[in-house]
């Protein structure tokens, strides 16, 4: 076996002089009684793209599921092992999250994959399978005129954060809190290369720049 990658054993070091000693008490206290963050976020697995480094969010802050191209499945209670379902029910029903965030983000591997092999799924095309949860079998995916690859490529991004929002209210127990007003659905997306953000305007069903909105 080889060793333990030296850098994050470096990291660990500069985390404990120099992070830790700053919120050694808020670690405490959350060993004690446990987490209560008020935000669940659904983002991609992309290590370009850390939701606790774009909110600049501590410790207990945010609860984060992290999967290929930030999907959310449909409910399907079949006896399976679903783990976005499970952490959304741990969120909704034990933690009482207030705000459950969808975040999509620029130059999605996963997204950019499934448009490049749109054909039939070989046995072992796990991204493959995992894509279909948003594009269903018999969906056609196609560049519309004037539109560039680009252009085309941040629609259908976009779309996976629709398509995520649309699934967790197939949720019973997400729809319940929903409609009781005890959890808020958000969709957002983050450009990696200009650092940018843009949130879900629920009235216009477009994506506004956070720079652009008041503070």
């Not at 999509?104 to 399978?129: M, N, V, Y």
């Not at 398509?163 to 967790?168: H, T």
């Amino acid at each position: 076996m080889t060793a333990f990658p030296q850098h994050l054993i470096d990291g660990y070091r500069t985390f404990t002089s120099q992070r830790l000693p700053t919120e050694q008490t808020r670690y405490r206290e959350l060993s004690e009684r446990g987490q209560s963050p008020a935000v669940m976020l659904i983002g991609c697995s992309d290590s370009r793209v850390s939701p606790e480094v774009i909110f600049d969010a501590g410790p207990g802050e945010l609860f984060i599921v992290r999967n290929v191209a930030n999907l959310v499945p449909v409910y399907e209670p079949d006896g399976g092992a679903h783990g976005v379902s499970a952490a959304l029910e741990y969120a909704v029903t034990v933690l009482r999250i207030k705000h459950i965030v969808v975040m999509g983000h620029a130059q999605c591997g996963g997204i950019r994959a499934f448009i490049d092999k749109i054909e039939p799924l070989s046995p072992g095309d796990f991204i493959g399978k995992w894509m279909q949860m948003f594009i269903k079998p018999g969906e056609v995916v196609e560049q519309r005129d004037r539109e560039s690859m680009q252009d085309f490529i941040t629609r259908i991004e976009k779309a996976a954060v629709f398509r995520s929002l649309e699934n967790l209210m197939t949720f019973p127990f997400v729809r319940h809190a929903v409609e009781r007003g005890e959890t808020d659905l958000h969709g957002a997306y983050f450009g990696v290369a200009e650092g940018s953000l843009f949130v879900l305007d629920r009235e216009t069903k477009e994506f506004r720049s956070v720079r652009e909105m008041a503070s």
